[in-house]
């Protein structure tokens, strides 16, 4: 099973740039997120999918974008990248309201210079 | 506010030594109890989780968890701990009919030889 899929590994941009992180998983799972990683803050949810054409902000949504068209892909847009954004990203899915747990993505380092 | 907290950055142990990684929380209700742990450039892996019932959960490679309902804990515990146990560890909550997790910052586990 490939279960969630993250792309790139890493990825370096200069400020202003546009990129997208692509996220993919192959559960069926309803729920999707996007978190960043930092020192000392754990993670920080920046958007999240409840389903197919439903987002919904996070913790920490400015400078992104989301889309979700289809239940397997979640990609993350950043707009401008700034260096504040710098971090490692990570996507997680998982099936519901019910008792499982969160399925992630091995991550995305991203520099921004 | 709902929140987690994991009060130690960092927690040493002896290799064979017992561990103790330590998580309590702020959520109403009967919240969805869960332990992540990370190695190095990797993402999130399931650890062990708690529904309902029994209060000593156990989980993979050897952990378990005790729930505290009257202190709202969730403590990490392994009998002996090994040095390939050396991770970071995070602690999260999901309310029971939500989507959404809450993390704690990470408790960073080094086991020495």
């Known amino acids: 099973n490939a279960g969630v899929t993250q792309t790139p590994k890493f990825q370096v941009l200069k400020t202003g740039q546009s990129m997208t992180l692509q996220c993919a998983q192959d559960m069926n799972h309803e729920y999707m997120s996007w978190y960043r990683q930092d020192p000392g803050m754990g993670l920080r949810l920046i958007h999240y999918s409840v389903g197919a054409g439903i987002t919904d902000q996070g913790e920490v949504p400015n400078g992104y974008n989301v889309s979700r068209s289809t239940t397997e892909d979640f990609p993350l847009r950043l707009l401008s990248a700034a260096p504040s954004q710098t971090s490692v990203y990570f996507c997680?899915?998982?099936?519901?309201?019910?008792?499982?747990?969160?399925?992630f993505g091995q991550g995305t380092r991203l520099t921004v210079v | 506010a709902q929140s987690v907290a994991q009060p130690e950055d960092q927690v040493n142990v002896a290799e064979g030594n017992p561990l103790t990684v330590k998580c309590t929380y702020s959520?109403?209700?009967?919240?969805?109890l869960f332990w992540y742990v990370q190695y190095p450039n990797r993402g999130l892996q399931f650890l062990l989780k708690?529904?309902?019932?029994?209060?000593l959960v156990k989980g993979s490679y050897g952990f378990e968890a005790e729930f505290n309902k009257s202190q709202t804990s969730f403590h990490l515990k392994k009998p002996s701990a090994l040095v390939s146990d050396s991770a970071l560890y995070f602690c999260a909550v999901r309310d029971r009919g939500t989507y959404k997790y809450i993390f704690g910052t990470g408790t960073r586990l080094k086991v020495l030889a």
């Open positions: 959520v109403s209700g009967n919240p969805y």
């Open positions: 997680a899915s998982s099936p519901g309201t019910g008792e499982g747990g969160a399925f």
């Open positions: 708690y529904i309902t019932g029994d209060n």
